[in-house]
């Protein structure tokens, strides 16, 4: 049994049916955070280029936010996805508690409600059920642009939250990442004020601090956040298609390396706990040597390498 299947098999003590899908709506509070979330980082993103153009950006602030822009992708696709979503390595308990605080400093939600998120979005890709299918409403013109706004952010502004209790059992169980999730204002909190520390204390200035604060901080978490959002908008949409999957997953090349290996997603949804999406010649993938690294340091171990006979068996036909 998958991470992707069990999820859909696990039903309410004393009931025979699965769990819903759905468990309750977000509260004021949560709803405001996400439009906060989404929108401050989308306006620093569309102001930043007229903003650079006259003035405030500086090889500190490129550099500090090159260094969060890692450490919190990073935090997503080796934390978030590849290892809490789906397990495709294992590893003791200080990288894990790594893991999801760099996870959480992406601003993409606490670790337990992304990974519900996620596992849901596997159990029912772009099928009915699906949070971000781009498919939902149909193929022709209009249907297929509101399907992008949906898959790429219009679906975090539904209040509806996927049931945990049915998606992420695992990890409502773990007391370290019940804490973690509990101090994701903290952490939150630290993904802004941290770049601008840093650059107040670089230049020791306080125009520094405020440029960092912009750069490092909005902007990247700008820039994060719809390099995450593409991978289920346009790698659900374009691009090539050479794994047998069950859905409409696709590959895109031009987001590999923005994504740490995220945009081999075609072999991603036809073998999920693979802990490699860019398996053939020249697909770069990131997040796949980062793991290699934890391996060879002996700080991850029964990782899910991909074997040529399961490529083979996966490769589509002709």
């Known amino acids: 049994m998958t991470v992707a299947d069990s999820p859909t098999r696990t039903k309410d003590p004393g009931t025979s049916g699965p769990k819903p899908l759905i468990d309750g709506t977000r509260g004021l509070p949560q709803q405001v955070g996400v439009y906060v979330f989404v929108f401050a980082p989308l306006l620093a993103l569309l102001a930043a280029v007229p903003f650079a153009w006259g003035w405030g950006l500086t090889w500190t602030d490129v550099a500090i936010a090159a260094v969060f822009y890692v450490i919190s992708g990073l935090g997503i696709t080796v934390g978030y996805h590849r290892y809490f ?9 200080p990288l894990r508690i790594v893991l999801a605080i760099a996870g959480s400093l992406a601003l993409q939600g606490p670790v337990h409600v992304w990974v519900a998120d996620h596992r849901r979005h596997h159990a029912f890709s772009d099928k009915e059920g699906d949070p971000h299918s781009p498919w939902l409403f149909g193929t022709g013109p209009a249907a297929l642009v509101k399907g992008f706004w949906h898959a790429h952010m219009g679906w975090l502004f539904d ?29 939150g909190s630290a993904t802004l004020l941290l770049p601008a520390l840093l650059g107040g ?18 902007v990247r978490v700008g820039l994060l956040h719809h390099i995450t959002w593409s991978i289920n908008s346009i790698c659900h949409m374009w691009g090539n298609t050479p794994f047998a999957a069950r859905d409409r997953s696709t590959n895109v090349w031009a987001l590999a390396i923005a994504s740490f290996g995220e945009s081999w997603h075609n072999l991603h949804h036809a073998d ?25 340091l002996g700080w991850a171990h029964s990782v899910r390498w991909p074997t040529t006979r399961r490529l083979e068996r996966l490769a589509k036909a002709g």
């Open 85 to 93: 979503t789906h397990g495709s390595f294992k590893t003791g308990r």
């Open 159 to 187: 209040r509806s939250k996927t049931n945990a209790k049915r998606f992420t059992p695992d990890l409502l169980a773990d007391k370290d990442i019940r804490r973690i999730d509990a101090l994701f204002t903290l952490w």
């Open 201 to 218: 204390l670089l230049t020791w200035s306080w125009w520094g601090a405020v440029t960092a604060l912009f750069w490092a901080g909005l």
């Open 272 to 296: 999920p706990t693979c802990a490699r999406h860019g398996v053939k010649r020249g697909q770069i993938d990131i997040s796949a040597r980062l793991i290699w690294i934890f391996e060879k």
